[in-house]
């Protein structure tokens, strides 16, 4: 018996021994698998053979010192299994990685670097992109298998190992957000861009100074031919020149018709950002284009003049016109406000048309940053600012579940949470409009629900002694009380989930929740008077076994949404 004991003591005191030296070795691995998602991101491959191979020899070092019949033993033992267990896999996992996956995508990255995204002469090299489509595809499956692998560990470990497997899975966390977008990017981006045939894509240029629950009114809309990577401007024309039309172009559903409205969804382009949900707005944008031009487009894109200023300034100013040569913050201020205090509307609406065409004759013309833009184009991405549905299911499934999906309902466990913003006069008052979003959970339920706090606030930047200057073109024609900011306050509940009750500035209001495509939501009309702030909390439950992240999606403004999360398990959409 005593015998047992002593072998089972050197069995242990070995297991510790080598456990101490792979934990060494997987933290320099973690550290290693975060600095080539940090190169990948940024383009960066110069150094990539580097830490690759310093991550094979982390990992392989980690990978010996897990072996042998001492760790088959040690699993078994009470107490110490799940800690053995932990640090075995996480050798096991981190290798397969250094072995496979990672060294091809060291090489995917020094293929599709960033600046091959670059236009030359009007057109985008596809070539790269399908080269390492397959090998992007495998090694993003190999990295989620990896992080389910680890994430799936269980048990009480000792802490200096559970401290590795959280370090270790955040790692993985955020090379998977890197390998998933990068493999449905290399998917996708070929077909759109016409490598297979022609593609025509329509353009809804939203202002969000006229708040629509996605942005803004589509102010101008643009026709983009893409044949072979070379895009062109094939047309355009103010968004209200596309209908009115007799009827709605599609049939709206008894639900849409209570909460956007009777028919203006669907008779007006200017309206059809009135739905939170873009795949809708996407179909109906399509046929209202078709029967206004005779033109089936292939697929229907967002962008607002925030995204034209981030996305130009890489080169610097731009001729604005009346304006002069403007970037960024000044050029939006200029565009979203500024114009309607100076120029008559036919005149703004030249102005929209000559911007348009000279944002996309510099885009195309390859010039400035390449990383610079794409890092630009992902930013207007998670703003909600850059939206894409294609009329091809499969580039649709693909997109679902990103933020460039736009849609209304989550994507497998993840549940998602809605803040629209719908303006209510027809002025451009919602350019001084400022929103916050904080959301809480407050418990967590044993079927896997959990109850949310979703508290909204909104306030006006109007300045009661500029009222006055204001012209009736930018506050709203007919307006009772000039200056204030009127809209409509749209708030979803997840996919399963229900309201329970609302609050407004700290005390409890009456809440009538209403449905749309299934999903409860609360309404709230909000006045604000110059300077004015108010702010209206919802208590939702989400739906049962959602429990991965939450996805939170607001409507874009002049500014970023303010948003806070007071629980680390919630993040906003990536």
């Known amino acids: 018996m005593a015998g047992i004991f002593v072998l089972l003591a050197i069995v242990i005191g070995w297991v510790a021994f080598d456990a101490m030296r792979a934990r060494v070795s997987l933290e320099q691995a973690a550290d290693g698998v975060a600095t080539l998602q940090a190169d990948a991101v940024a383009g960066r491959t110069e150094d990539l053979d580097k830490v690759v191979a310093d991550l094979q020899q982390d990992t392989a070092e980690a990978k010996v010192a897990t072996s042998g019949p001492h760790w088959a033993i040690a699993e078994n033992l009470p107490g110490v299994g799940p800690t053995v267990e932990a640090v075995a896999t996480m050798s096991d996992v981190v290798d397969g990685l250094a072995q496979g996956a990672l060294p091809d995508m060291a090489r995917i990255v020094e293929l599709a670097n960033p600046a091959a995204f670059a236009p030359h002469d009007g057109r985008i090299d596809l070539e790269p992109l399908q080269q390492v489509a397959p090998d992007m595809q495998r090694a993003d499956q190999s990295i989620g298998y990896a992080r389910e692998r680890v994430d799936g560990l269980g048990g009480t470990m000792l802490p200096p190992v559970s401290d590795a497997v959280e370090q270790l899975s955040g790692a993985l966390t955020e090379l998977r957000m890197t390998s998933a977008t990068a493999a449905r990017a290399a998917a996708v981006i070929p077909s759109m861009l016409g490598a297979d045939e022609p593609q025509d894509w329509l353009v809804l240029v939203q202002n969000p100074a006229e708040p629509r629950a996605l942005g803004g009114i589509p102010g101008t809309v643009i026709a983009l031919r893409a044949d072979q990577g070379e895009v062109e401007l094939t047309e355009q024309m103010p968004g209200i020149a596309v209908g009115p039309f007799d009827e709605p172009v599609l049939p709206l559903t008894a639900e849409e018709q209570q909460v956007l409205g009777d028919e203006e969804l669907g008779r007006w382009m200017r309206n059809v950002t009135m739905t939170p949900d873009f795949p809708r707005a996407a179909e109906l944008a399509q046929e209202m284009w078709r029967l206004e031009t005779g033109q089936t487009v292939d697929g229907v894109m967002t962008i607002d003049p925030v995204v034209l200023a981030d996305l130009v300034q890489v080169d610097g100013p731009i001729d604005a016109g009346p304006g002069g040569m403007l970037e960024g913050g000044d050029l939006v201020s200029y565009l979203l406000?500024?114009?309607?205090?100076?120029?008559?509307?036919?005149?703004?609406?030249?102005?929209?048309?000559?911007?348009?065409?000279?944002?996309?004759?510099?885009?195309?013309?390859?010039?400035?940053?390449?990383?610079?833009?794409?890092?630009?184009?992902?930013?207007?991405?998670?703003?909600?600012?850059?939206?894409?549905?294609?009329?091809?299911?499969?580039?649709?499934?693909?997109?679902?579940?990103?933020?460039?999906?736009?849609?209304?309902?989550?994507?497998?466990?993840?549940?998602?949470?809605?803040?629209?913003?719908?303006?209510?006069?027809?002025?451009?008052?919602?350019?001084?409009?400022?929103?916050?979003?904080?959301?809480?959970?407050?418990?967590?339920?044993?079927?896997?629900?959990?109850?949310?706090?979703?508290?909204?606030?909104?306030?006006?930047?109007?300045?009661?002694?500029?009222?006055?200057?204001?012209?009736?073109?930018?506050?709203?024609?007919?307006?009772e009380n000039p200056g204030n900011v009127r809209l409509f306050s749209l708030v979803y509940a997840p996919n399963g989930g229900s309201m329970v009750h609302s609050e407004e500035n700290g005390v409890k209001s009456r809440l009538s929740p209403q449905s749309h495509d299934g999903l409860s939501l609360a309404t709230q009309r909000v006045e604000l008077a110059p300077g004015e702030t108010t702010s209206m909390t919802y208590v939702m439950i989400t739906g049962k076994q959602e429990i991965g992240d939450l996805i939170l999606r607001t409507t874009p403004g002049t500014r970023p949404v303010g948003v806070t999360i007071e629980n680390s398990s919630l993040e906003q959409e990536d």
């Open 337 to 479: 406000n500024g114009i309607y205090k100076t120029e008559r509307p036919e005149v703004q609406d030249r102005i929209f048309a000559t911007m348009a065409e000279r944002s996309f004759a510099r885009l195309v013309a390859g010039q400035g940053d390449a990383l610079g833009m794409i890092d630009s184009l992902a930013e207007s991405a998670r703003q909600g600012r850059l939206l894409l549905w294609s009329a091809d299911e499969e580039v649709n499934r693909r997109l679902q579940g990103t933020v460039l999906d736009g849609s209304l309902r989550g994507d497998g466990d993840r549940p998602v949470v809605g803040v629209f913003t719908q303006g209510i006069d027809t002025g451009k008052i919602g350019y001084y409009l400022d929103t916050a979003v904080e959301v809480a959970e407050r418990d967590r339920r044993p079927d896997g629900s959990r109850e949310l706090a979703v508290t909204v606030t909104y306030t006006s930047r109007v300045k009661a002694s500029e009222v006055e200057g204001l012209p009736e073109y930018l506050t709203g024609r007919g307006t």
